[in-house]
């Protein structure tokens, strides 16, 4: 393939409720460093990588959570802020990606786990696609309830978790973001391509890239991240 340029749009904007701490949890600190530096830093390593914009909320700007000097110390070439929903933050993110970037990487801030080589098998099916996704199939037995009881088996055949980063040709994800649609439906970028039509192919990524959601997730994080080596 020829080189491509990239730029990425790593989403650090949510509220982070569900993690029980009082700052956003992309900025919670693990051997001194926020969780969103360590969810930068594998896409710096990518020679593709051109440009990456950070996207956060107003609310931690004006805590002083952080700012445009501190997100270059995280990683990033610029800061935006985002909206009350993914959609608006994703907007915010394209609208300053680079021209000179003919694909898009979106990354969720809170995914630190994220591989180069996730980074890598993504941008590639991109460039062939025009949409790709990293994803890992589906193992566990998954069950149909209501009011706490279980309705059905639903079978996992051909079921697989979508992750971050997800990449698309920089046409194909801005004409998708141009349409209309219910911006509370939308929980993932693919998705958005998906309304228009277009396929999104799916390569291979790591159970092991979580989301970190859960106060749970943050002690996880905690235990594991010094030692994390993202190269592989």
Known sequence: MSFMKAGCVVVAA??????????????????????????IAPFRRVKDVDFIVLVVSRRDVEAGVVNEEKAKIFGADALVYGGATRVESVR???????????????????????????????????KRYGAAVVSV???????????GFVLRTVSRKGLYRALTPQAFSRDLIQQAYTQN?????VT????????????????????SNIKVTTEEDLKLAELVLPFWDCSF
Do not use: M, W
């Open 181 to 185: 649609f219910d911006v509370r439906e």
């Open 14 to 39: 949510g509220a982070g409720i569900r993690a029980k701490k009082p700052i956003n949890k992309v900025f919670f600190e693990v051997s001194g460093k926020p969780l969103v530096s360590y969810a």
């Open 92 to 126: 915010a993110g394209l609208s300053v990606v680079p021209e000179t970037c003919s694909l898009v990487l979106i990354h969720d801030g809170a995914r630190p786990f994220v591989t180069v080589k996730e980074i890598k098998n993504v941008l590639e099916g991109a």
């Open 137 to 147: 199939p589906v193992y566990d037995t998954l069950k149909r309830a209501d009011d």
């Open 188 to 207: 993932d970028d693919s998705q958005v391509v998906e309304r228009i039509r277009r396929t999104v192919a799916l390569c291979e990524g790591r159970s």
